[in-house]
């Protein structure tokens, strides 16, 4: 069966290293930080401040796949293009994309050169999906993050509740899809991960990012093993009957209904 393929973001080379000998073939180096912080104040997300350095030690130590999120598209972004590919990217991914225009003159800025894949995370990028799904894109990632902040969604998981992701996954029916987050199997908060994991299968998406409490919940645990509990539960998922996806999916969007309740009450 085929499986949910996890992408390591890079934040410190044993980890990456640890990772790799436990069966990770795909990481990716995060340079995407232009207008992020004010985009995202107030909200628990996580800025990195990498770039060529950090994606040169990448490619030194592992062997698999390794992309790179550049800025979104600006005059910038030829530079970008031509230093990852340079430091061994064979992934460039373009975030906050908001029109087929964009995506356009970075596939022309990449030039073959390496995959191209992009972040839909806009409003914008929601209303022209049809058209993005038309590019030769290599992977299509729902960013639920930012995707929440522009939207003003309390939780960031509503955008899977209450049907988005299911629009946007049949517009890119021919893609690498991805949404969310990975973590240990009996993680994740406020979603228990073992939930948002059926959600992922409901959805048949092929990748996933793997979440910031990854590092922590994994630090005392066999990596490995744990991408194993995994395995096993996407296995199992993907035998469910379309009944059996519904009510797990009703489960999920009541999760989620409550996750928005508290944040009503606590704030985000």
């Given at each position: 069966m085929?499986?949910?393929?996890?992408?390591?973001?890079?934040s410190?080379?044993?980890l990456?290293?640890?990772?790799?000998?436990?069966?990770?073939?795909?990481?990716?180096?995060?340079?995407?930080?232009k207008?992020?912080?004010?985009?995202?104040?107030?909200f628990?997300?996580?800025?990195?401040?990498?770039?060529?350095?950090?994606?040169?030690?990448?490619?030194?130590?592992?062997?698999?796949?390794?992309?790179?999120?550049?800025?979104?598209?600006?005059?910038?972004?030829?530079?970008?293009v031509?230093?990852?590919?340079?430091?061994?990217?064979?992934?460039?991914?373009?975030p906050?994309?908001?029109?087929?225009?964009?995506?356009?003159?970075?596939?022309?800025q990449?030039?073959?050169?390496?995959?191209?894949a992009?972040?839909?995370?806009?409003?914008?990028?929601?209303?022209?999906?049809?058209?993005?799904?038309?590019?030769?894109?290599?992977?299509?990632?729902?960013?639920?993050?930012?995707?929440?902040?522009?939207?003003?969604?309390?939780?960031?998981?509503?955008?899977?509740?209450?049907?988005?992701?299911?629009?946007?996954r049949?517009?890119?029916?021919?893609?690498?899809?991805?949404?969310?987050?990975?973590?240990?199997?009996?993680?994740?908060?406020p979603?228990?991960?073992?939930?948002l994991?059926?959600?992922?299968?409901?959805?048949?998406?092929?990748?996933?990012?793997?979440?910031?409490?990854?590092?922590?919940?994994?630090?005392e645990?066999d990596?490995?093993?744990?991408l194993?509990?995994?395995?096993?539960?996407?296995?199992?998922?993907?035998?469910?009957?379309?009944?059996?996806?519904?009510?797990?999916?009703?489960?999920?969007?009541?999760?989620v209904?409550?996750?928005?309740?508290?944040?009503?009450?606590?704030?985000?």
């Amino acid at each position: 069966m085929t499986r949910l393929e996890p992408i390591l973001f890079f934040s410190d080379p044993a980890l990456a290293e640890r990772a790799w000998h436990s069966g990770v073939r795909h990481f990716i180096v995060d340079w995407e930080n232009k207008e992020k912080a004010a985009r995202q104040r107030g909200f628990d997300t996580q800025i990195n401040d990498h770039g060529v350095t950090e994606l040169r030690v990448l490619r030194a130590l592992v062997d698999g796949l390794v992309s790179c999120r550049v800025n979104a598209l600006g005059p910038w972004t030829a530079l970008e293009v031509e230093q990852a590919l340079a430091a061994g990217a064979t992934t460039l991914f373009l975030p906050m994309v908001k029109s087929p225009g964009q995506v356009d003159a970075f596939l022309r800025q990449i030039d073959g050169r390496a995959q191209a894949a992009i972040l839909v995370e806009t409003p914008e990028a929601c209303a022209c999906a049809t058209e993005l799904a038309s590019f030769p894109l290599a992977m299509v990632y729902v960013g639920l993050n930012d995707l929440a902040i522009a939207r003003g969604s309390r939780s960031i998981f509503s955008a899977l509740a209450d049907g988005t992701v299911d629009r946007l996954r049949e517009c890119f029916s021919s893609h690498a899809f991805g949404a969310a987050g990975l973590t240990r199997l009996d993680a994740g908060a406020p979603i228990p991960f073992a939930l948002l994991l059926a959600e992922l299968e409901r959805l048949d998406c092929r990748f996933t990012f793997a979440r910031r409490s990854f590092e922590r919940d994994m630090a005392e645990r066999d990596i490995a093993a744990e991408l194993a509990k995994i395995d096993r539960a996407w296995d199992a998922l993907r035998l469910r009957t379309a009944a059996e996806r519904q009510a797990t999916h009703a489960r999920f969007a009541a999760a989620v209904d409550d996750d928005e309740r508290r944040l009503r009450v606590s704030g985000p």
